[in-house]
């Protein structure tokens, strides 16, 4: 999804003024312009951590030492118990997808970093395994990483270092980037990882923050509610 700021400002105002029961310009202050445009970041960035997969429009993480998409060995470090770890992105949002080739299952869904579940990958017996690999987002080197368990044993007939033990080839790596605001003349446009059917669920988030910021709590529940996708 692509749209002007200028254009997504109307429509706030527009959705706004169409509910509420008071007047529009009780709720107008001379930088209200300003403060709709970040809402409608906050508000894009809100739904694409909450969307269902099928509205996203994912993203190759793209990494390659040879001109090769599909070489992830700049960023990729493979520890000799079978964990190992990929640099993410600096627009990192939300992972899509990750699957090793030793891997009977994709990752799609990442482990808060406190939580029990996290903390049980450190122990042999509580990590992911090949056939229900686990992953969470940490920090090493003063780089954000995807830590992931683990990967699965090459076959019987691969001999060699303990290093070629166990399989880390990635074959997907697929990401949701951060909402993007890019300057264009004297206005800006909002890139958003969404699909255009979505467009009316961010300007009712934003109507929804923009409200609450205002102590309008019960309007901004109101669209709160017609923001989410179910």
Not at 44 to 64: C, R, T
Request: with cysteine; charged share 25%.
């Amino acid at each position: 999804m692509e749209a002007l700021m200028s254009e997504l400002v109307l429509e706030v105002r527009k959705a706004i003024s169409e509910i509420s029961h008071d007047d529009m310009n009780d709720l107008i202050v001379d930088d209200t312009d300003v403060i709709i445009r970040q809402c409608l970041e906050s508000a894009a960035n809100m739904l694409l951590v909450e969307a269902p997969a099928d509205f996203l429009i994912p993203q190759h993480v793209k990494a390659s030492v040879s001109g090769v998409e599909q070489d992830y060995t700049s960023i990729q470090y493979k520890y000799t118990d079978g964990h190992g770890y990929l640099i993410v992105p600096e627009d990192f949002l939300r992972l899509y997808e990750l699957r090793l080739r030793s891997w009977q299952q994709s990752l799609y869904e990442l482990l808060p970093i406190q939580s029990r579940e996290a903390r049980m990958q450190a122990t042999r017996w509580g990590r992911g395994t090949p056939q229900k690999p686990r992953g969470f987002l940490t920090v090493r080197g003063g780089n954000r990483v995807l830590m992931y368990f683990t990967a699965g044993r090459y076959s019987s007939h691969v001999s060699g270092t303990v290093d070629n033990v166990y399989d880390h080839l990635v074959e997907v790596f697929t990401y949701i980037p951060k909402a993007k605001v890019e300057a264009v003349g004297d206005d800006s446009r909002l890139t958003v990882a969404l699909l255009d059917i979505c467009r009316q669920n961010v300007i009712y988030r934003a109507a929804s923050i923009y409200l609450g910021s205002n102590q309008q709590a019960d309007l901004a529940e109101r669209f709160s509610k017609l923001s989410n996708f179910s």
